[in-house]
């Protein structure tokens, strides 16, 4: 065999093994990445096997007041009680979200008030709030200022502070002009299997607890490209 067709022989053998070895590693690589991601799902107890658990429509109406993108790729439906500890820790994660990924993700509130005899008070209060386009400052009040305000005077005395109409905001709390909005809320997260507060769907996956902001973000991530 001439020498330049041994040395084309040898480059072949060169080149096939070079790819050869290329495709082993991207899918060791490939695979390392799947066993990374399963571990992760295994290890943390909020964050669920999406392809595996069930998707609720928890959305609700236009009633409820929402933050973040028309069009989302996430959409995270939000059951909370101002009266709620957990919630208060959690409420911020919420706010953060809001503010770092409202391109992608819609947050949508909904009321589920269970901890104590004001909670619907509270409820009341932000929904009246909202009526003046004050929701959301009054969301983050009550949670801030949580064990401070439980009477009517002082859920008044609050609406003051804001600037708000006063007489208008009274008005609408006394008739407790959107209690049935409210009452929609907390028979749909019964049949939703909502089980206390605060409690989330994620594109319609049910996570309930205080949940880490890691693993918010990392289901935000996930479920962006999912489906």
């Given at each position: 065999m001439p020498p330049s067709s041994k040395l084309k022989k040898i480059k072949w053998w060169k080149i096939s093994g070079l790819f050869i070895l290329i495709l082993v590693?991207?899918?060791?690589?490939?695979?390392?990445?799947?066993?990374?991601?399963?571990?992760?799902?295994?290890?943390?107890?909020y964050l669920p096997n999406f392809k595996s658990q069930k998707q609720y429509n928890a959305e609700g109406n236009n009633n409820n007041y929402w933050l973040g993108a028309a069009n989302p790729k996430?959409?995270?439906?939000?059951?909370?009680?101002?009266?709620?500890?957990?919630?208060?820790?959690?409420?911020?994660?919420?706010?953060?979200?809001s503010t770092n990924y409202k391109e992608d993700v819609k947050i949508i509130f909904r009321d589920f008030p269970v901890i104590s005899n004001y909670s619907m008070d509270l409820a009341l209060a932000a929904r009246c709030a909202g009526e003046q386009g004050f929701f959301w400052i009054m969301h983050d009040k009550l949670f801030i200022n949580q064990g401070k305000i439980k009477t009517k005077e002082d859920i008044f005395n609050l609406a003051k502070q804001m600037s708000l109409d006063v007489?208008?905001?009274?008005?609408?709390?006394?008739?407790?002009?959107?209690?049935?909005?409210?009452?929609?809320?907390?028979?749909d997260g019964l049949k939703l299997e909502i089980k206390g507060t605060p409690t989330i769907f994620i594109n319609g996956y049910k996570i309930e607890g205080d949940v880490p902001y890691n693993v918010l973000i990392e289901a935000i991530k996930l479920l962006k490209n999912y489906n």
């Open positions: 590693l991207s899918f060791l690589f490939a695979f390392s990445l799947y066993i990374k991601d399963l571990v992760k799902e295994i290890n943390n107890p996430v959409t995270i439906v939000y059951f909370a009680d101002f009266a709620c500890p957990m919630c208060k820790n959690f409420f911020s994660k919420i706010r953060e979200i007489g208008r905001f009274e008005y609408c709390f006394e008739s407790k002009k959107y209690i049935n909005q409210i009452k929609k809320d907390y028979e």
